[in-house]
C-alpha cells in the first residue's frame, strides 16, 4: 500500500507529510523536527548535508553552503560549493532526498509517490524541474499543486467553510494571492496572482541595508563570510520584531562593535516599498476574481513572513477583518499536499474535495500584423479554469511559405519580448500560392503543464504533443549527467545528524560571539567533542540536551 504523502518543496523550509488516520501527519526529520531548512552544505568529508545543520553552516561556511536556490530553479544558475558543482535542480532533489529518507525511517517502508506543492506562479519550466528534482531524488511526482490550493485544502478541512476566501501566501522567497470559493465538496480557484521575486528574504535584506547605510558602510568592502553573519543576524532581529519594544543587533566586524536598533515603526519606514508591493497582486487577483475586499469572507495567512506584525497589520487594513490563524501557517501547504495526495488515492477518511484551479498567467505565441512582428497572442488567458485547451487560427504570412515557426510564450505584456519564452519550434510547410492556415490548441493540464498541438488547415497534417515535458535546455545527455552526479555524492549519515547539528551550531553561535560568551562555547565545543570521542551514547545524548539548553538560553 502506498501512503499518500505531500510535500511542501519550500525556498527556506520544507516539511512531509503523510495521511495517515483519517488526518495529515507531519513527519520528523533526523533531529526531530517537522521543518527542515532547505539549504544544502558540504561538509569537512565532503559529505553532503541538508537541514538546520546546513543553515548553521551558511554563516561559517557560505562558500560551502547553498540556500533558496528554488528561485532560481529554471535558470542556468550553477552553484559551485567546495568544487562540486550543482544545478539549482541538483540542490532541490538533495532536499527531497532528505525528506524521502526522513519519511522511510518515519513508516518504515520505502516511499515513490508524492503529491508536491509549487508556487501557483511557476511557469512551465519551473515545474518540469520541480519534478525533475523529484526523478533525480527517486519520487515520483503524481501531481503538482499549487501551494495556495493546498492551503485552502487544509483549511477546509479544518473548519466546514463556505464563500469567498483569500489566501495570502508570504514566503522566504515568493508571494501569492489566491482568491477561491468554497462549496464543500468544491473547492474552485478564481483566480491567482503573485511575485515570483518577494518575500522574507527581502526584508532580512532592507534590513541589512539600513544596517549599511547607517554605519557608512559598503558591501563590496565587506567579505562574504563576515556579510552572511550579519544577513544572519538581521533575520534574527527580524523574527523577534514585536511591536515598539527595541530589539538590538550586535555586529563585530574589523575589531569593532556595530550596533543597530530596531522595532515594528521602524521596520514599517524601512520596509515601505516592500509592504507596497504587496498590495499589487491582492488588488490583481480580486479584479480578476471580479470581487470586491468587502465580498471576501475568510483572509486565510500562509507562509512563516505573514507572521510578522507590520504584515498582519498591512491585510487587516486593506480586508477590513482579522486574517485566520488557527493553523500554522509553516506547516498548512504540507498538509494540504497530503490531503491531496489521499484524495488522488481516494482514501476513504477524506471526504472527496473536487479542486478547480486556474492557469496563473496568460500563454500564447508570437505573431506579426502587417509589418509589425513581435506581438504576442494570447491562446489561453490569465485565470482560466484548468484543465484547458484551447485552439486559435493563424496564417502564414506569404505564399510560398517554407515553413512556420511557433513561438510559445508566457506573460501579460503585448510584445513577446517583454514576456518569457517558453519554448520555439518549426512546423515545415507545403509552399502552396496562398497564404495558410494553422490551428494552434494548448491543453494546460491540471499539474500546470502545457502541451500544443499543431494541424495545418490546407492538408490536415498534425503536430501532436509537440513541447517535450522535460526541462528546456536540458538534454537526455545532461539529466542523466544530473542523476550521475548524485548517485556519486555521499549523504551524511542520518543517525549521526542530531550531533553533527549541534557541532554546527556550536560553531556558528562561536563565530557570532566575541569575549566571554566566546570563551563559553568554546569550553562547550571541547565539552562535546570530548564525549563523542568517548562514544557513551547516554552521556552523548545528556550533554547534547544540556547544551542546547545553554544555547536556547543565550539566545544563540
Ligand atoms: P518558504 O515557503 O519560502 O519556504 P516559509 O513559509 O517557511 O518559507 O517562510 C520562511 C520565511 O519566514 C523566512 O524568510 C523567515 O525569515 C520568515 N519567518 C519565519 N518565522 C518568522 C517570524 N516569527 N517572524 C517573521 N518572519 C518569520
Ligand atoms: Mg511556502
Same mark, same amino acid.
Given at each position: 500500500?502506498?501512503?499518500?504523502?505531500?510535500?511542501?518543496?519550500?525556498?527556506?523550509?520544507?516539511?512531509?507529510?503523510?495521511?495517515?488516520?483519517?488526518?495529515?501527519?507531519?513527519? $520528523?526529520?533526523?533531529?526531530?523536527?517537522?521543518?527542515?531548512?532547505?539549504?544544502?552544505?558540504?561538509?569537512?568529508?565532503?559529505?553532503?548535508?541538508? /537541514?538546520?545543520?546546513?543553515?548553521?553552516?551558511? !554563516?561559517?561556511?557560505?562558500? *560551502?553552503?547553498?540556500?533558496?536556490?528554488?528561485?532560481?530553479?529554471?535558470?542556468?544558475?550553477?552553484?559551485?560549493?567546495?568544487?562540486?558543482?550543482?544545478?539549482?535542480?541538483?540542490?532541490?532533489?538533495?532536499?527531497? =532526498?532528505?525528506?524521502?529518507?526522513?519519511?522511510? @525511517?518515519?513508516?518504515?517502508?520505502?516511499?515513490?509517490?508524492?503529491?508536491?506543492?509549487?508556487?501557483?506562479?511557476?511557469?512551465?519550466?519551473?515545474? *518540469?524541474?520541480?519534478?525533475?528534482?523529484?526523478?533525480?531524488?527517486?519520487?515520483?511526482?503524481? +501531481?503538482?499543486?499549487?501551494?495556495?490550493?493546498?492551503?485552502?485544502?487544509?483549511?477546509?478541512?479544518?473548519?466546514?467553510?463556505?464563500?469567498?476566501?483569500?489566501?495570502?501566501?508570504?514566503?522566504?522567497?515568493?508571494?501569492?494571492?489566491?482568491?477561491?470559493?468554497?462549496?464543500?465538496?468544491?473547492?474552485?480557484?478564481?483566480?491567482?496572482?503573485?511575485?515570483?521575486?518577494?518575500?522574507?528574504?527581502?526584508?532580512?535584506?532592507?534590513?541589512?541595508?539600513?544596517?549599511?547605510?547607517?554605519?557608512?558602510? =559598503?558591501?563590496?568592502?565587506?567579505?562574504?563570510?563576515?556579510?552572511?553573519?550579519?544577513?544572519?543576524? @538581521?533575520?534574527?532581529? *527580524?523574527?523577534?520584531?514585536?511591536?515598539?519594544?527595541?530589539?538590538?543587533?550586535?555586529?563585530?566586524?574589523?575589531?569593532?562593535?556595530?550596533?543597530?536598533?530596531?522595532?515594528?515603526?521602524?521596520?514599517?519606514?524601512?520596509?515601505?516599498?516592500?509592504?507596497?508591493?504587496?498590495?499589487?497582486?491582492?488588488?490583481?487577483?480580486? %479584479?480578476?476574481?471580479?470581487?470586491? $475586499?468587502?465580498?471576501?469572507?475568510?483572509?486565510?495567512?500562509?507562509?512563516?513572513?505573514?507572521?510578522?506584525?507590520?504584515?498582519?497589520?498591512?491585510?487587516? =487594513?486593506?480586508?477590513?477583518?482579522?486574517?485566520?490563524?488557527?493553523?500554522? $501557517?509553516?506547516?498548512?501547504?504540507?498538509?494540504?499536499?497530503?490531503?491531496?495526495?489521499?484524495?488522488?488515492?481516494?482514501?476513504?477518511?477524506?471526504?472527496?474535495?473536487?479542486?478547480?484551479?486556474?492557469? #496563473?498567467?496568460?500563454? /500564447?505565441?508570437?505573431?506579426?500584423?502587417?509589418?509589425?512582428?513581435?506581438?504576442?497572442? #494570447?491562446?489561453?488567458?490569465?485565470? !482560466?479554469?484548468? #484543465? !484547458?485547451? =484551447?485552439?486559435?487560427?493563424?496564417?502564414?504570412?506569404? #505564399?510560398?511559405?517554407? @515553413?512556420?515557426?511557433?513561438?510559445?510564450?508566457?506573460?501579460? &505584456? $503585448? +510584445?513577446?519580448?517583454?514576456?518569457?519564452?517558453?519554448?520555439?519550434?518549426?512546423?515545415?510547410?507545403?509552399?502552396?500560392?496562398?497564404?495558410?492556415?494553422?490551428?494552434?490548441?494548448?491543453?494546460?493540464?491540471?499539474?500546470?503543464?502545457?502541451?500544443?498541438?499543431?494541424?495545418?488547415?490546407?492538408?490536415?497534417?498534425?503536430?501532436? *504533443?509537440?513541447?517535450?515535458?522535460?526541462?528546456?535546455?536540458?538534454?537526455?545527455?545532461?539529466?542523466?549527467?544530473?542523476?550521475?552526479?548524485?548517485?556519486?555524492?555521499?549523504?551524511?549519515? +542520518?543517525?549521526?545528524?542530531?550531533?553533527?547539528?549541534?557541532?554546527?551550531?556550536?560553531?556558528?553561535?562561536?563565530?557570532? %560571539?566575541?569575549?566571554?560568551?566566546?570563551?563559553?562555547?568554546?569550553?562547550?565545543?571541547?565539552?562535546?567533542?570530548?564525549?563523542?570521542?568517548?562514544?557513551?551514547?547516554?552521556?552523548? &545524548?545528556?550533554?547534547?540536551?544540556?547544551?542546547?539548553?545553554?544555547?536556547?538560553?543565550?539566545?544563540?
Amino acid at each position: 500500500m502506498n501512503p499518500p504523502i505531500g510535500i511542501d518543496l519550500g525556498t527556506t523550509n520544507s516539511l512531509i507529510c503523510v495521511w495517515q488516520e483519517g488526518k495529515p501527519t507531519l513527519i $520528523p526529520n533526523a533531529i526531530g523536527e517537522v521543518v527542515t531548512p532547505s539549504v544544502v552544505s558540504i561538509d569537512e568529508d565532503d559529505s553532503i548535508l541538508v /537541514g538546520r545543520a546546513a543553515l548553521s553552516r551558511l !554563516t561559517t561556511h557560505p562558500d *560551502k553552503s547553498a540556500a533558496a536556490f528554488k528561485r532560481f530553479l529554471g535558470s542556468n544558475k550553477i552553484y559551485e560549493l567546495a568544487g562540486k558543482k550543482f544545478t539549482p535542480t541538483e540542490l532541490s532533489a538533495l532536499v527531497l =532526498k532528505s525528506l524521502k529518507a526522513d519519511a522511510e @525511517a518515519f513508516l518504515q517502508q520505502e516511499i515513490r509517490d508524492v503529491v508536491i506543492s509549487v508556487p501557483a506562479y511557476f511557469n512551465d519550466e519551473q515545474r *518540469k524541474q520541480t519534478r525533475f528534482a523529484a526523478e533525480l531524488a527517486g519520487l515520483n511526482a503524481v +501531481r503538482l499543486i499549487n501551494e495556495p490550493t493546498a492551503a485552502a485544502m487544509a483549511y477546509g478541512l479544518h473548519e466546514e467553510q463556505s464563500g469567498n476566501t483569500l489566501v495570502f501566501d508570504l514566503g522566504g522567497g515568493t508571494f501569492d494571492v489566491t482568491v477561491l470559493e468554497y462549496a464543500l465538496p468544491i473547492i474552485e480557484v478564481h483566480a491567482s496572482a503573485g511575485d515570483n521575486y518577494l518575500g522574507g528574504e527581502d526584508f532580512t535584506h532592507e534590513i541589512v541595508q539600513a544596517c549599511l547605510s547607517e554605519w557608512k558602510l =559598503k558591501q563590496q568592502d565587506i567579505a562574504v563570510d563576515d556579510y552572511a553573519r550579519l544577513l544572519d543576524l @538581521a533575520e534574527q532581529v *527580524k523574527c523577534k520584531l514585536n511591536g515598539e519594544q527595541m530589539q538590538y543587533l550586535t555586529w563585530f566586524w574589523q575589531d569593532k562593535e556595530w550596533q543597530f536598533e530596531l522595532n515594528e515603526s521602524r521596520a514599517k519606514v524601512i520596509w515601505l516599498p516592500l509592504l507596497n508591493r504587496l498590495r499589487a497582486p491582492v488588488e490583481q487577483a480580486l %479584479s480578476d476574481a471580479r470581487l470586491k $475586499p468587502a465580498q471576501l469572507e475568510h483572509i486565510v495567512l500562509v507562509g512563516g513572513s505573514s507572521q510578522l506584525g507590520v504584515v498582519r497589520e498591512l491585510v487587516t =487594513k486593506l480586508f477590513g477583518k482579522l486574517p485566520y490563524r488557527h493553523i500554522n $501557517p509553516t506547516t498548512i501547504v504540507a498538509q494540504g499536499a497530503a490531503v491531496q495526495a489521499a484524495c488522488r488515492l481516494r482514501n476513504q477518511d477524506v471526504e472527496e474535495v473536487i479542486l478547480t484551479d486556474v492557469c #496563473p498567467y496568460t500563454l /500564447g505565441i508570437e505573431s506579426c500584423s502587417g509589418k509589425v512582428s513581435g506581438l504576442f497572442s #494570447p491562446i489561453i488567458e490569465r485565470n !482560466t479554469i484548468v #484543465p !484547458t485547451s =484551447k485552439v486559435k487560427t493563424f496564417y502564414s504570412t506569404q #505564399p510560398q511559405q517554407k @515553413a512556420i515557426c511557433i513561438s510559445v510564450y508566457q506573460g501579460e &505584456n $503585448p +510584445r513577446v519580448e517583454n514576456n518569457v519564452l517558453i519554448d520555439e519550434f518549426e512546423i515545415p510547410l507545403t509552399p502552396m500560392e496562398k497564404t495558410q492556415g494553422v490551428d494552434v490548441r494548448f491543453s494546460y493540464d491540471l499539474n500546470g503543464l502545457l502541451e500544443v498541438d499543431v494541424v495545418l488547415l490546407e492538408t490536415g497534417e498534425q503536430y501532436g *504533443k509537440v513541447i517535450d515535458q522535460s526541462p528546456i535546455g536540458l538534454t537526455d545527455k545532461q539529466k542523466q549527467e544530473s542523476h550521475e552526479r548524485l548517485k556519486a555524492l555521499k549523504i551524511h549519515p +542520518r543517525d549521526e545528524m542530531p550531533n553533527r547539528t549541534l557541532l554546527a551550531r556550536l560553531e556558528r553561535a562561536w563565530a557570532q %560571539s566575541l569575549g566571554d560568551e566566546r570563551l563559553l562555547i568554546g569550553s562547550y565545543i571541547e565539552d562535546f567533542l570530548t564525549v563523542l570521542n568517548q562514544q557513551n551514547l547516554d552521556e552523548i &545524548n545528556q550533554m547534547r540536551s544540556e547544551i542546547e539548553s545553554q544555547l536556547n538560553d543565550l539566545g544563540r
